[in-house]
Every structure is written in C-alpha cells, then in structure tokens.
C-alpha cells in the first residue's frame, strides 16, 4: 500500500530529515549483517595480520638479549628470520583484511545508496519541491561521496589501528603490568582531546554540512531560473544570496580546521608524556632486574608502535565524524515514508482496468491559506478525452498533477475505477495513470534504453510499432544509430520536439488506463505543431484522457471541454455546446482565433 497517503505528511516536511545516532548504527548493522560471513572472515583476517606484526617487537627484544648476554652471532639467525617471516605475513595478512573490509563496507554503502534513491524516487514531488533539491542532492552527491572517501581510505586504516591498539596493550601488560601502568600516564591527556573533539566536532560537522547544502540549494536556485533572473535584472541580488550562503559555509569549515588544529596539538603531547613514562618505568625495572634489557627495549618499541595507530585511530576520528555526519544524513532520508514494493501491480501485458477517473470536492494549496483548487468535482469515463483550458495560473496542471496522485489534495479524493489513489500501491498507480509533462526529460543512453525504462520488457518490435503508431519512425530512423542513438548528456542533442515526441512513445508503451498531459506538445514549433497533436491524438486513443491545451484546436477534438477560472471548474461540455452558450468558452475560442 502507498504509505504516503496525505497532504500533511508533504507539508510537514520542510527540509529533509536527519538520522540520531541511534536510527544511523541500527541500520548500518542491517545493512551490514547482508554480509555477516565476509565480515567475520575480515576480523579473523585481520587479527592474525595484526598478530604477525606484533611479533617483531618481541624478536628485537630477544636479539636485544642474545647481544647483551654475549652470545654468538648464529644466535641472532632464528630471531632475525622470524622478523622478516612475521613482517612479510603481516603485510599480506594485513593487504587482504583491508581489501576484504572495503569490499564489506562498499556492498553496504552501495545498499545504503540503493535504498535512498529508492525512497526518495517513491516521494511525492511536493515534498522535494518543499525541501529543496539542493538538499537531496547534497546527500546522494556530497555526503555519499565522504562516506565512501572514509570507505576506501580512512576505515581500513582505522579497523587496523583499533585491532593494534588492543594486540600491543596486551603485549606490554604481559611483558610487565608496570609497563601498561606506564603508558595509562598519556591517557589523561589524549582522554580529555578525544572528548573535547567528539563532543563540539559531531554539531560542527553537521552544521558544515547544511552550510554546503543551503549553498548548493541557491546555486542551483539560481542557475536553473538563469533567464528569469536575467530578465528581471536579479543578478547583483542573487550573487549577494550566493556570496551571503558560501561565506556562512566556510565560516562553518573554519571552525572545523581550528578544532582539528587543536586535537592534533593535545595529541602530539600525550605521546611525549607516554614515551618518557615508558622509558622511565623500563630505567627503574632493569636497574632492579625485574625485566632483561631486551624486555624493556621491546615494551619501549611496542609503545612506539602504538604512536601511529593512536595517531590514526584519533585524528581519523575527524574525517569519521565527517562521514558520520554524512552517513546520518543519508539514513533520515530513509524516514521519509517508504516506497511500497509493488505488490499487487499488474505485470505489463495485462489488460488495465477501464479506466474511469473520478475528482470528488478536491482542493489542494502549495501553501497554508492559499488554496489553488477550490471545490473541483470531475468524472471522466473510461476512453474519453477532456481538455481542461483556461488562463494561465486557473490551476490546470494542478489538477492534473492531483488527477495523477502526484500531489494529495487538501480535502476530497481521486478515484480510479472506483478506488481511491491514496489505496493504490505505488507501483500500480504509476502502472495504471501516467502524466506527461510540457518540461520533458531526455535520459542517459540510447534511444531504446529511454524508452524501455518505462517498459523494461518491451521487444524492439513493440518499441518500432509505437513509433510508427505514432508517426516518429521517421525521425528516429535518421537519427545517426537509429534506435541505438545516444541520447541525454553527452548524447546526440534532440529538438525540443523530438523530446516531447519521444515522452509521447514512452507513454503509448507504457499503455496505461489512464493519460494525462500536461501541455505536453508546447514546445512544438509550427513546422512540428500537426506532428505533435497527431501523436498526442494517437497516443490516447483507446484510453481514458485529461488534455492541458494550451492550443484551443487540441480542445476542438476533444470529446469534452472544462474551462477554469480560478481553481474552479466554471463551464463543461462539447466544442460546439460550449460556443453556442457563449460563454468565457466562445470567448476563449475567439481570442484564440483572432491572435492565432
């Protein structure tokens, strides 16, 4: 079932949801625990890389002896191949944990991924146009980009450092507790650094980060109204507006680099005090041999060694909180009401139902207090065609959008064959009516990929029949590849006409019940103007249609016509019924054919 059932869920999003830390680890465990077995096997992996490396501190220590003791050079064979055995299984232990772990950890970002576009796609398109795309993109670009940085760089470094840390605490507890003393001397100090970072770095972060998306929302803002701006002579504003957001956001990153100036500093220091405790404590127990001086030189370069883990497990705390932030902003979006899976879709081939579309009381408002519909009340029976017409701003492609179960009106309800939009699961409600739009899409890849993402299962038989169904064969044939064209980014460019003609063969494809279009021929020039109106014409036939004509001839061939004025449906009926009333109709009509 659609889980997005009202205008209040749309409405009470006004910027897109952030995970607590809480919600953020549950799902990473669920995503994580897809691959329990690959995970198990890289602890274990590593654990024994770490193992081999520890080893050589031990064996320094042992040849420390052998010297000290006088014994003979042969003495030193064994101990010196050890090292080189445990350092050579150490590298190449250490290798396949770490590319064991970032394969675990790219699956699980790449689910993480899949579930977020998932759900945003499902989203009603209020939502995103309340919150703003700037933000989305935010996340799936920026924030997925740090998390897998932090994947790929910094998370296998880190694992590895953790596992150290531990093994090398162990090691200088068994050589002597004193020794393990010793080093707890640095803890204060790196304790308090940790601390003071974690608690002020989390807030910073996340703070950077809106900083960067409310930026990212005016950039985009701004480039995509390019032209209103420039005809309303806004640049100087919109460049203050983008000015304004960049200096907030690096006012945010500023902080960021003197906490992290600050962390690193308080570090540098606790390993001077850990060092001189070590050396001091190995001084004291040698002197009273307690410990062999090749104990005490070992406990010194296991201490050493834990320089660079701590330095790595510490100051990559920075770049994780980073990728935290990320990855928390990734995880709210999955709070957003969840896509349904498409149970209960009809599979493609199968008869639509008749396709009887029903508006009862609807009105709906972009914003509280300022209604767009008011009171609209529709039937249009399976195979009709109706044009909705009016002035611009009446709320025709409102209607359509509400008609489509795009948006959810304020109050009334839609019916399809008698049930209600807000009951049909997502998948068959897209399956069942299909809106197309004057603002088309032309996707990456060749023309028959485009077309196919609306009927994956189509045979380039079907693919050519609706085309010819739709007069656009010619045209696609003298396309450079025909149907194996590259289209979208990057591709052979379209018209603004084939574009929408394009749109059109998706839709008879996709052989819904239901049509709605919006305008969807008004980027037709007149040398493209028949073509178009022709396809639109055959691309409805056989099915349930509501026309937004912003050409009255569209409205003449239509089997019904509504006129709106205000949000409000103000005359239906025929063509010829509406002229012969003499009504905002006949005037409409009369306008049309005096400027056209």
Do not use: C
């Not at 191949?81 to 950890?105: K, S």
């Not at 953790?162 to 010793?182: S, Y």
């Not at 050519?464 to 289209?487: I, K, Q």
């Amino acid at each position: 079932m659609r889980t997005t059932t009202g205008s209040d869920t749309e409405r009470a999003v006004s910027r897109l949801p952030v995970a607590t830390p809480r919600e953020t680890a549950r799902t990473t465990l669920r995503l994580l625990a897809r691959h329990r077995v690959r995970l198990t096997a890289t602890v274990l992996v590593l654990l024994a890389a770490t193992a081999s490396a520890l080893a050589v501190p031990a064996l320094l220590g042992t040849m420390v002896d052998a010297v000290a003791g006088g014994r003979p050079w042969s003495a030193l064979l064994a101990p010196a191949a050890g090292i080189v055995a445990a350092t050579a299984a150490g590298v190449g232990l250490g290798w396949w944990g770490q590319l064991l772990l970032a394969r675990t950890a790219q699956h699980t970002l790449a689910g993480l991924r899949e579930e977020v576009f998932a759900t945003a796609v499902a989203q009603p398109t209020s939502v995103l146009e309340k919150t703003g795309s700037g933000d989305l993109v935010s996340r799936v670009a920026g924030d997925a980009e740090a998390v897998n940085t932090v994947i790929g760089r910094v998370l296998p470094a880190f694992v590895t450092a953790l596992f150290t840390i531990a093994l090398t605490l162990v090691g200088i507890g068994v050589i002597d507790p004193r020794f393990a003393l010793a080093v707890l001397v640095a803890t204060p100090v790196q304790y308090v650094a940790l601390r003071r970072f974690l608690a002020r770095s989390g807030p910073v972060y996340r703070s950077a980060r809106q900083a960067e998306a409310v930026r990212g929302q005016q950039l985009i803002e701004t480039l995509t109204g390019a032209d209103t701006v420039t005809s309303l002579r806004a640049q100087p504003r919109h460049r203050a507006a983008i000015a304004a957001t960049s200096e907030h956001a690096i006012g945010h990153e500023l902080r960021a680099v003197r906490l992290r100036t600050t962390f690193y500093g308080l570090l540098n220091l606790a390993e001077f005090i850990g060092l001189a405790a070590v050396l001091t404590v190995g001084y004291h127990l040698v002197g009273a041999d307690a410990v062999t001086l090749g104990a005490a030189t070992a406990a010194a370069l296991y201490f050493h060694q834990l320089f660079g883990p701590i330095g790595v497990l510490l100051s990559n705390v920075d770049e994780l909180q980073n990728a935290g932030a990320g990855l928390a902003r990734l995880v709210g979006v999955l709070s957003l009401p969840a896509p349904d899976t498409g149970a209960g879709a009809e599979p493609r081939g199968t008869t639509p139902p008749a396709g009887r579309l029903t508006l009862e009381n609807i009105a709906y408002g972009y914003a509280p207090g300022r209604r767009t519909l008011h009171g609209v009340t529709l039937t249009v029976e399976p195979g009709e065609t109706v044009a909705v017409v009016g002035a611009s701003g009446a709320g025709k492609t409102t209607l359509a959008k509400v008609a489509a179960g795009v948006l959810t009106p304020d109050t009334g309800r839609v019916l399809l064959d008698g049930t209600p939009l807000d009951r049909l699961p997502t998948a068959e409600l897209r399956r069942r009516a299909v809106l197309v739009s004057q603002e088309v899409h032309v996707f990456d890849g060749t023309v028959a990929e485009d077309l196919r993402l609306f009927a994956p299962e189509a045979t380039d038989a079907e693919i050519r029949a609706a085309a010819d169904h739709l007069n656009a064969t010619a045209w696609l044939d003298a396309l450079p590849e025909g149907l194996n064209t590259h289209v979208g980014a990057g591709g052979h460019p379209l018209t603004a006409a084939q574009a929408q003609h394009l749109a059109l063969v998706r839709l008879a494809l996709a052989a819904p019940a239901v049509a709605l279009l919006d305008e969807a021929t008004a980027e037709a020039g007149t040398e493209d103007a028949d073509l178009l109106e022709h396809a639109a014409t055959a691309a409805l036939t056989g099915r349930t249609g509501i026309v937004i004509a912003h050409r009255l001839g569209q409205a003449a061939r239509a089997d019904r016509v509504v006129v709106m004025d205000a949000g409000r449906i103000v005359e239906s009926g025929t063509h010829t019924a509406l002229l012969t009333a003499d009504g905002p109709y006949a005037r409409l009509w009369a306008s049309w054919n005096r400027n056209g």
